[in-house]
């Protein structure tokens, strides 16, 4: 079963920006472990760009869709055998990155 695993930043408290060598140590475990399927981190949100072609133009707006505190800062896909070790594994990303994990499984 495939996971999206979200990375989540708040701007409140942000984590340690310091963490891409313990990210790769940890990307590279993945990749070992047959778990990796995909992962990258986003731009900012000042940098995103919404669309919105359900009416009879496409309405492009800058910026984020809704201003929040907290926001997806990055992202991978898992391959897992089963929620419990797709959680086991975020439980270990969360600590690693000093962020929040969210885990959601596709349909």
Known sequence: ???????????????????RPQISEFNRRLIADGHWVFAGGLADTDAATVVDNRGEVPVVTDGPFVESK????????????????????????????DRKIEVRPFA
């Open 1 to 19: 079963m495939q996971y999206l695993v979200s990375v989540i930043e708040d701007r409140t408290t942000p984590g340690n920006s310091d963490r």
């Open 70 to 97: 907290e926001y997806l800062a990055g992202v991978w896909v898992w391959e897992a055998p089963d929620l419990d070790v797709a959680l086991a594994l975020a439980s270990e990303a969360s600590a690693i990155c």
